[in-house]
């Protein structure tokens, strides 16, 4: 079974045929009133052409259609497509098909907060917002049953698949990896191909996807805080190490350059421990001042 695209359908300009229409309908109804004036009632008088003008008329008021802004309608022909009319405007058509409105403009879907698991197995709250719009009117009205049901659950699934290949934190990736949570501007481009290639199908276009809302699930909530918070002094700490580290050895080569004193290994020790101990300590070091042996 092929797939239905879409395609113009015929038009003509809706106030050429209007004009058409009116000097139609005019003169059958001059038609009538003459044929009712001399009584004549042959089916080849002037009563016969103005019943036969009076029916056209009457069909043609059908293909009188009005198609605004940001909107399409699809055209069937005794059940087969027709062709589909995009242009803005007032326009004639075939008066005997039946048309579907179809709206152009850009739609916003916000999906429920999903609980999922995360590519490390940790449960996840995760929601998104997915922005899109038609562009294939033909196959959103007959490829899928509802487009913007079909948009909904489709966007879900994705959400879910997406979560579920890469973990929360950053600090549970190995080398560059991506997660949920340390790369939101790649993981939405990500989430926005995904969702892309499920609603290809329904004529739809995906132009943006993004997570409005991640955060781990309320059962382990409280632990991964607390995790989140230890990995915080941790690095904390490393860093006040390093920094400590750097100083110390930055003030011994000083002293070394500038002759001020000379320390043999065991003071150099000694000096190193003091000094560690000032800078990482979170309290106020009290410095104890030797001020030589005091002999009696």
């Known amino acids: 079974m092929h797939a239905i695209l879409e395609r113009p359908a015929w038009r003509g300009s809706g106030f050429g045929f209007l004009l058409l229409w009116l000097i139609l309908f005019t003169g059958s109804g001059w038609a009538l009133y003459v044929a009712l004036r001399s009584g004549q009632t042959a089916l080849l008088s002037p009563l016969g052409y103005g019943l036969l ?22 055209l069937l022909f005794f ?38 698991n995360d590519a ?19 196959r959103a009205a007959f490829e899928v049953e509802d ?3 079909f948009v909904s ?3 879900e699934a994705a959400i879910r698949s997406l979560a579920s290949h890469y973990p929360y934190d950053p600090h549970d990736v190995e080398g560059n990896g991506l997660s949920l949570r340390g790369q939101p501007e790649t993981v939405a481009e990500l989430l926005r191909q995904e969702v892309q290639d499920r609603l290809q199908i329904a004529g739809l276009q995906v132009l943006e996807a993004r997570i409005s809302h991640l955060a781990y699930a309320p059962e382990i909530a409280q632990a991964m805080l607390r995790r989140q918070q230890a990995q915080a002094v941790i690095a904390a700490r490393r860093l006040l190490v ?30 190193i421990n003091n000094l560690l101990v ?9 410095p104890v001042v030797n001020t030589g042996t005091l002999y009696t």
Do not use: C
């Not at 009457?58 to 699809?74: S, Y």
């Not at 110390?248 to 080569?253: G, I, S």
């Not at 000032?278 to 009290?286: F, K, P, T, Y």
């Open 153 to 155: 659950v489709q966007s």
């Open 242 to 271: 390093e920094g400590a580290v750097g100083m110390v050895q930055e003030a011994l080569e000083m002293l070394s350059e500038r002759g001020v004193v000379r320390l043999d290994e065991e003071r150099k020790a000694t000096m």
């Open 53 to 74: 003008g009076v029916l056209l008329s009457l069909i043609g008021l059908g293909g009188f259609k009005i198609v605004q802004p940001n909107q399409a309608r699809v």
């Open 278 to 286: 000032a800078l990482v300590s979170e309290e106020a070091v009290q």
């Open 79 to 116: 059940g087969r497509y027709a062709g589909t009319l995009r242009e803005a405007g007032f326009w004639f058509v075939n008066p005997l098909v039946t048309s579907k409105t179809i709206s152009l403009r850009v739609h916003n879907f916000t999906s429920e907060r999903l609980k999922v």
């Open 147 to 149: 487009y913007r049901h």
């Open 120 to 138: 490390l197995g940790n449960p996840i709250e995760i929601a998104a917002v997915v922005v899109w719009r038609v562009v294939d009117t033909a």
